[in-house]
Each structure stands twice: as C-alpha cells, then as structure tokens.
C-alpha cells in the first residue's frame, strides 16, 4: 500500500513537472535587475520574487493598483537561464532547505512604514522559492496583513507555500482564505483580475 503510493505522488509530481516545463518552454529567465521604490507615501509593501517575469507584471499591477512600495527579492547568486538548470538547483536547495542570500534587505524603521504586505511567487516545487524563504526569515512582519499571490502551472492552491508563509511571518495576520493563484500561461491576460482583486481586498488606492 505504502508503495502505491510512493509510485503514484511519484507520478504525479512527474505530471506536474511536465506541465510546468511544457508551460515555460517558450519563455526565458527574466532580466536579473534590481526593482525597488520604497519611496511613495503608502502603508502598503508589494514584495515579489520572479524566474521568468510573471510574478512581474503581477506585482507591478497590485502596486499600481494600491499606490504601494514595490520591491523585487533576488538571489545574489543568479539562477541559471536555463529552465532545467533552475529547477535542478531550486530542488535542491528546497530538499536541503538552503537559504539562498539575497541582494534587499530591509531594516525594522524601513519595515515599520507598513501596515499590510503582498507577498508574490511562483510555485516552486510546491512550495515557496527558497529566496523568500530567506526574505521572510529577515524581517518582522508581526501585526501586518500579509495577502498573497502566485503563480504556478499546476499547482493551483500553492502546494506548501501557504502554510509556509503563514509558518515564517510570525505575528502576522496572513489573509490565506484569499490568496490569488494564476496560471502563468494566463498571466498576461489577467490584469484585470489582479486588480479586481486588489479592490476586492479594499486596498484600492
Ligand atoms: C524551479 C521551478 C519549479 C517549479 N515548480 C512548480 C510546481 O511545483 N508546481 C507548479 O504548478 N508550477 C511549478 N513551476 C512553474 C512556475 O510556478 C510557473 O511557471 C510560474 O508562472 C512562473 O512564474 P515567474 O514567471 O514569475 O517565474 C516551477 C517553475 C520553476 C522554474
């Protein structure tokens, strides 16, 4: 029975996978730039981590939306442009629970702006990439909202990164009942969503 299964999540991470490499065939790793402004006058932070630039737009549209900050969570040491390359790495570093360094960092007065936070990632292994991992683990987010929003191919409820995020920003209030999933294939079509979204939420500027 127990090796049942261990055959069929076998399978069914294959299947995932497959999915999600046939969903990025044509597209490439995103630029490696830096993108921030923590400078407009706002309790709201649109924190996001991308590989191939989804999670871009989206993060782009909720901090147009909300008048927000923005800031962009990257790896010092780059992910590889090739697709598999990333995923092989971003296996292992979730398999050995590296916390990859990253190249933002924010000090508690800086933190202190905000009330409310969007978190934003694509699905990595089912979980949240590992450089959040180490974003979350280097601020205090105790009394923020934290509302969340990903992509994925496949993966539609987040897999672990929900309880994964609600797990690592401690004292924060992690609105999970209302997370926005989007398939990446439907990404670019779906401004419209990530801002109704938005509004739903309340935090339309
Ligand atoms: C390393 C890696 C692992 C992934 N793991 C999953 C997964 O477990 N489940 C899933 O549905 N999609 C998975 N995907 C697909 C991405 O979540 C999806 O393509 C997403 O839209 C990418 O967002 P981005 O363009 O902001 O990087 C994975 C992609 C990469 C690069």
Request: charged share 25%.
């Amino acid at each position: 029975m127990k090796k049942q299964f261990k055959l069929l999540s076998i399978i069914l991470v294959a299947a995932i996978m497959t999915a999600a490499l046939a969903g990025c065939a044509e597209r490439n790793r995103a630029p490696q730039v830096d993108e921030q402004d923590l400078t407009k006058d706002t309790s709201v932070l649109v924190v996001y981590f991308t590989w191939s630039g989804h999670l871009d737009s989206m993060a782009h549209w909720i901090a147009d939306e909300t008048g927000g900050d923005i800031l962009r969570v990257l790896a010092k040491n780059e992910y590889p442009e090739s697709y598999n390359d990333t995923a092989d790495r971003a296996k292992k570093e979730k398999d050995d629970g590296v916390r990859p360094e990253i190249t933002v960092s924010l000090t508690a007065e800086q933190m202190a702006k905000y009330d409310t936070v969007f978190i934003g990632f694509p699905v990595w292994w089912y979980d949240l990439p590992m450089p959040m991992w180490t974003f979350l683990e280097s601020v205090d987010l105790s009394g923020k909202t934290v509302n969340i929003f990903f992509s994925h191919e496949g993966t539609s409820d987040g897999g672990s990164a929900l309880a994964t995020i609600k797990t690592l920003a401690k004292g924060a209030t992690v609105n999970t009942d209302n997370a926005l999933s989007i398939r990446g294939s439907k990404v670019k079509n779906s401004e419209e969503d990530v801002r109704e979204w938005v509004k739903e939420l309340g935090y339309s500027k």
